[in-house]
DNA sequence: GCCGTTTTCGGCCCGACTGTTTTCAGTCG
């Protein structure tokens, strides 16, 4: 029976694809995948909500009769439309449509023609030449559906983390804007969203003429294979396997190409949408009255496109259609927390335990960066893989500290433990010990499959704890590497909000835990957060701002965050009442 | 199948590029 929410997306995914296949009405098709979309982004556990007899229509695409259907999937484990379905095409022509160049059309024919019904199929019948011999199908084509499948196999095609896409991004962006005629430069798409993870890259270079920056791209050391060329639009695959569109576009439409193709692509069906509602054509190239097609109203600015929509400017981070809308008309757009805001980090390590570098070497780096505060957090003896404190080595750490303050300008640490939460729920450290602390990290590192109850459980127990400061990451998610952990993050966020401890947005590359959603929940439940680094060397103190991006994106104002506080205010808040 | 400060019926975003074609369908973002 389908518990998750990826598993119950999952299944009105491959209905969709299944339908449109058959040829079924493509709104409707659109509609499960809109229904998918929204299922699989949602932080509340469907399956909860359907417990609680909840009102599903509530949420974005689901209307009474989707409604009905995820309460029999999550009652039964049945979706009756996909059985019946199945029962007319064969359930493996959806695990099809991810072949790039493959889309419901082509699976059908390949299907009707060669009775191909499964990858494997697709990868006999290419290799014996007989696709190229349907209708509309080539040569190119047929070799296009071998590298796919191989690439497939080889296990590739995941989305790259932020941190990892930004590496590739910046030296390009710079490399492209060296390019004769480029005006203004930027990197649009999920990262311009800041989405934790991206799938490719989308540059947008205005400038007169595209010809220069076009043949500057497709001629970066770093292609190995140009996919597609235009004057308009070319895409490029680079030795890391990334992939990466420039679309080049004249300064009067940069605004309305930036908004475009920074999306997402449910944000802009939506501000395209109130564009029709109010007369107007809005494309790539700017908006355009209708009838009359010449010259746009609008588009040198995003502040513009949305003006003509009667919108003040969204920030891209919260262009997910999320209600950021509805909330932009009525004026209640939340001020975004910024990476200046911060006066400090509160979670770090030093070689005292697993990291790189020294107390003293920690204190001058987040001078330098600017900070009021840094709390030094190492783990716990819990944690002996990393030499993890006892008691009696954290209190001569603490006398450390005492002395570096003395000496110290600027910036202050604090004393902390990145304390284990252990099975039970206790925390790795004596009472009296975590008393003369001025905050704490409480982490789990061990015990990740814990059944969900029991998890939540565990963790609300250690919050009891009047020593338990901040939950540090989370979910305990390693992204593309190790799923979160089964947690009913709605009870747990309720329970951080009753007992005045915040929740821990780490700024880890591989981390970036809370997510998105969960920071919008935390917010609507009154639950505090804390943006962290989780520094383990000197360096990792400059991660902070994909911290920021990813409260931003869970609507996060300054006001939500401890850490925007000066050093009194956070003592007092970290003293929870 | 969803949705509604024009609507409970009749709409539903829009353009570029490719491959397979001689004018365009399919796919993608």
């Not at 080049?248 to 908004?259: D, E, K, M």
């Not at 591989?510 to 989780?534: F, H, I």
Request: hydrophobic share 35%; glycine share 8%; aromatic share 4%.
């Amino acid at each position: 029976m389908p518990v998750h929410n990826h598993e119950i997306a999952e299944r009105f995914t491959r209905l969709a694809n299944l339908l449109e296949i058959e040829g079924e009405n493509p709104y409707r098709v659109r509609a499960y995948r809109n229904a998918a979309r929204t299922i699989g982004g949602l932080s509340a556990n469907i399956a909860d909500l359907v417990s609680e007899e909840q009102d599903l229509t509530r949420y974005p695409g689901i209307g009474k009769d989707l409604a009905a259907k995820i309460r029999t999937l999550v009652r039964s484990g049945e979706l009756p439309d996909l059985t019946e379905t199945e029962e007319r095409v064969p359930t493996e022509l959806s695990d099809l449509m991810v072949i790039e160049g493959l889309g419901p059309k082509g699976v059908r024919a390949l299907y009707k023609k060669l009775n191909v019904d499964s990858l494997e199929d697709l990868e006999e019948a290419a290799r014996a030449g007989r696709i190229h011999e349907v209708e509309r199908f080539g040569e190119k084509t047929e070799k296009a559906i071998l590298e796919e499948i191989e690439k497939i196999r080889s296990g590739g095609k995941k989305r790259t983390r932020l941190a990892d896409a930004e590496e590739v991004a910046r030296p390009l962006v710079a490399y492209l804007a060296e390019a004769e005629g480029v005006e203004a430069i930027e990197v649009a798409g999920s990262f311009r969203r800041r989405k934790e993870t991206v799938g490719d890259l989308d540059i947008l270079a205005s400038c007169g003429d595209s010809g220069p920056v076009m043949e500057r791209f497709v001629t970066h050391e770093d292609v190995t294979e140009v996919v597609s060329r235009g004057s308009t639009r070319s895409t490029v695959r680079l030795s890391s396997g990334m992939d990466v569109d420039l679309r080049a576009i004249h300064g009067r439409s940069y605004g309305a190409a930036l908004h475009y193709f920074t999306g997402s692509q449910a944000h802009n069906i939506a501000v395209r949408q109130r564009g029709l509602e109010r007369g107007y054509k809005v494309n790539e190239y700017g908006i355009f009255a209708h009838d009359r097609d010449e010259e746009p109203v609008a588009g040198a600015t995003e502040e513009e496109v949305y003006g003509r929509v009667d919108l003040p400017w969204i920030p891209p981070e919260l262009r997910e259609d999320r209600g950021e809308i509805q909330a932009a008309e009525k004026g209640a757009l939340p001020r975004l927390v910024t990476r200046k805001a911060l006066r400090g980090d509160l979670h770090a390590h030093t070689n005292a335990t697993d990291g790189a570098d020294s107390l003293r070497d920690m204190a001058r780096a987040a001078a330098e960066a600017g900070h009021e505060y840094l709390a030094i957090t190492d783990h716990s003896k819990r944690v002996s893989m990393a030499h993890g404190l006892d008691a009696d080595r954290l209190r001569r750490q603490g006398e450390e500290i005492d002395r570096l303050n003395e000496e110290l300008n600027g910036i202050t640490l604090l004393k902390g433990s990145e304390v284990d939460i252990l099975e039970d729920g206790r925390l790795d450290l004596p009472d009296d010990v975590l008393a003369g602390l001025d905050v704490t990290v409480c982490s789990i590192h061990y015990r990740f499959n814990l059944p969900r109850d029991k998890q939540t459980d565990r963790i609300i127990r250690a919050m009891d704890n009047p020593h338990f400061r901040i939950l540090g990451h989370p979910s305990g998610r390693a992204i593309n590497e190790r799923e979160p952990f089964e947690l009913d993050m709605e009870r747990l966020v309720e329970a951080a909000a009753e007992r005045h401890c915040a929740l821990e947005v780490n700024a880890q590359p591989a981390r970036l835990d809370l997510r998105d959603m969960d920071c919008m929940l935390a917010r609507e439940r009154g639950a505090k957060l804390v943006l962290s680094t989780d520094a383990h060397n000197t360096y990792n103190l400059g991660l902070l701002g994909y911290a920021v991006d990813q409260a931003r994106r869970g609507w996060a104002e300054a006001g939500d965050v401890i850490n925007t506080r000066g050093l009194e205010d956070l003592r007092a808040l970290l003293r929870r009442g």
